[in-house]
Each structure stands twice: as structure tokens, then as C-alpha cells.
């Protein structure tokens, strides 16, 4: 049995992986999450949970590391973390009433072996009334997530309409393919 380490700091991964009834640790060590211009917007999120891994150079016999990072794309556009109130009411206005990608890159880390591989999911939101979009920002501070929400909160249940994929890859973690990973590597 491999000792896990989760290299995130997100809380919502955590509580992800923890589904799998996986006993593991968190340890997060911290990397410049630059990517190429060049790269196309669907391989960004795979780039950086690469990235991220890089950084565990020490990696023993028995520890497997896993590395995430999740990105929303609307107009081949990558939204970020929304850096204050008038950015992250901006990407919702532009979410509003459209559909987009949220991919998920994560990457499987072992002293011998990488495995890296993404998730895309399409998510539709309904048209979101300004006072929705003002009472979410002031309520749930959306300013640690990509594009400005959490689909696991107020905004998901009001604003969502539809998903085309894996509800757990827009929240951060695809366990689904992750698990497959994971059975396989034992």
C-alpha cells in the first residue's frame, strides 16, 4: 500500500479524495503555475497539475503524490481566480445564461511512474439576476475559485440548469478517473 500525499491546498479536494476511503496526507509545495502561450486552453489544466508534481523531486519508494488543477474556459478564454468583487461580477455576468468547460488536470506521481491525465465537463448556467450574482459574491466570496463559483454552493443550486459530465470534476477532483488510476497502480 502506497503512502498518498494530496499536494493541494483546496479544501474541496481534500474532501474529495477522502470519498475514495483512501487514508492520506497533505503536504503542498509551492510552484509558479505559469504555462506556455502557446499551449491550447484544454491542456492547461493537466500542465499545471504536471507542474505542481515537478516540484516532488524526493519522492520515496512507497509514496504516490497527486497534483490537481482545475480550470474554467468560456470562449476559449481561461477565467481565473477572480482577484475582487467587480472581476468575479464580471465572469458571472459572462457565465451567465452560456454554457462552458471546467477541466480538471491531475496528475498521479510515484518514484517510478507519472500518470497525468484531464477531465472536461460542460456546465449551463441559467440567466443569473444581478441581485443573485451580488448576493453570491457577498455571501460566499468566490474569490479562491476559477471563474468565480463553486458549483457545491449557493450559486450551483440556484444558477446551474444542466452538466454534461462529472459533477466532481467541477468541483475539483475527477475521483471517478482517478480511482481507476489509483486501482491500477496496486
Known amino acids: 500500500m ?5 499536494a493541494s491546498k483546496s479544501p474541496r479536494r481534500k474532501e474529495l479524495l477522502a470519498l475514495l476511503d483512501l487514508e492520506f496526507t497533505v503536504e503542498v509545495r509551492e510552484v509558479d503555475e ?3 502561450d502557446n499551449l491550447e486552453v484544454t491542456e492547461v489544466a493537466e500542465y499545471l497539475a504536471k507542474l505542481k508534481a515537478s516540484v516532488f ?3 520515496k519508494k512507497e509514496q504516490l503524490i497527486i497534483t490537481a488543477d482545475t480550470v474554467v474556459v468560456l470562449d476559449e478564454q481561461i477565467l481565473g481566480k477572480p482577484k475582487d468583487k467587480s472581476e ?15 477541466i480538471t488536470g ?11 491525465f484531464s477531465n472536461t465537463t460542460k456546465v449551463y448556467f441559467k440567466e443569473l439576476r444581478a441581485s443573485e450574482i451580488d ?8 474569490f479562491d475559485k476559477a471563474g468565480s463559483y463553486g458549483i457545491q454552493e449557493w450559486i ?14 467541477v468541483v475539483g477532483l475527477p475521483i471517478q478517473d482517478l480511482n481507476d488510476i489509483l486501482v491500477d497502480i496496486w
Open 2 to 6: 502506497k503512502n498518498i500525499i494530496l
Open 34 to 36: 505559469v504555462f506556455p
Open 57 to 59: 523531486t524526493d519522492i
Open 88 to 102: 468575479a461580477t464580471t465572469m458571472l455576468q459572462n457565465l451567465s445564461n452560456r454554457s462552458h468547460l471546467v
Open 106 to 116: 491531475v496528475c498521479v506521481k510515484s518514484s517510478d511512474k507519472t500518470i497525468s
Open 135 to 142: 448576493y453570491y459574491i457577498e455571501n460566499y466570496k468566490p
Open 156 to 169: 450551483g443550486a440556484i444558477g446551474i440548469t444542466k452538466i454534461e459530465g462529472s459533477y466532481f470534476n
